[in-house]
T-cell receptor
Framework: AQSVSQHNHHVILSEAASLELGCNYS??????LFWYVQYPGQHLQLLLK??????LVKGIKGFEAEFIKSKFSFNLRKPSVQWSDTAEYFC?????????????FGAGTRLAVHP | GAVVSQHPSWVICKSGTSVKIECRSL??????MFWYRQFPKQSLMLMAT?????????EQGVEKDKFLINHASLTLSTLTVTSAHPEDSSFYIC?????????????FGAGTRLSVL
């Protein structure tokens, strides 16, 4: 069965620190990979996605992620976080099942950035 | 573009009553809509997938008769929690896909917090 694993449940950083959130997936086929962000009290928003091509993808708000096929990983990075990056981050894999594309989510990582 | 509206945002009901949650795609036609459940401090768990005009596909372990899903139009899907009990209290989130050029991307509603007393 497909699964997504996020290594860190809670991360606390100071402003300007660098961020890397781990994500590994288990799926034998072709994957589409996503990072979603959920700011406090708001809905899930797409941060970035990987479908094919350059394995280093850039998203909104200075975030980027690198797809490493051999490691089944899609880690999220940001060189310098801001207080406004405080949110919960979800990694997801798009798996085709029963004729439909469905998203398998990781457990999420809560990021708290202190000013 | 790609806005998904979910209503209500919070509902409190008595045990044994039914609750309907609406999910609307406001500016695109959603060929597929998804319903998720999120427990506190946990991830989103897919409950069911529905295409407009056809029966929903439920995930293993999700009771079809308890969680009725109707996708009557390309912009509206509803989830009805029938005979709700306290254990059904949760955060329910819908998403929609079908935006031209972005068929594999799901756009999420803000969620509905259901509290069953």
């Amino acid at each position: 069965a497909q699964s997504v694993s996020q290594h860190n449940h809670h991360v606390i950083l100071s402003e300007a620190a660098s961020l890397e959130l781990g994500c590994n997936y288990s799926y034998g086929g072709t994957v589409n990979l996503f990072w979603y962000v959920q700011y406090p009290g708001q809905h899930l928003q797409l941060l970035l996605k990987y479908f094919s091509g350059d394995p280093l993808v850039k998203g909104i708000k200075g975030f980027e992620a690198e797809f490493i096929k051999s490691k089944f990983s899609f880690n999220l990075r940001k060189p310098s976080v801001q207080w406004s990056d405080t949110a919960e981050y979800f990694c997801a894999v798009n798996a085709r099942s029963g004729g439909y594309n469905k998203l398998i989510f990781g457990a999420g990582t809560r990021l708290a950035v202190h000013p | 573009g790609a806005v998904v509206s979910q209503h209500p945002s919070w509902v409190i009901c008595k045990s044994g009553t039914s609750v309907k949650i609406e999910c609307r795609s406001l500016d695109f036609q959603a060929t597929t809509m998804f319903w998720y459940r999120q427990f506190p401090k946990q991830s989103l768990m897919l409950m069911a997938t529905s295409n407009e005009g056809s029966k929903a596909t439920y995930e293993q372990g999700v009771e079809k008769d308890k969680f009725l899903i109707n996708h009557a139009s390309l912009t509206l899907s509803t989830l009805t929690v029938t005979s709700a009990h306290p254990e059904d209290s949760s955060f329910y989130i819908c998403s929609a896909s079908g935006l031209a050029g972005y068929l594999d991307i799901q756009y999420f509603g803000a969620g509905t917090r259901l509290s069953v007393l």
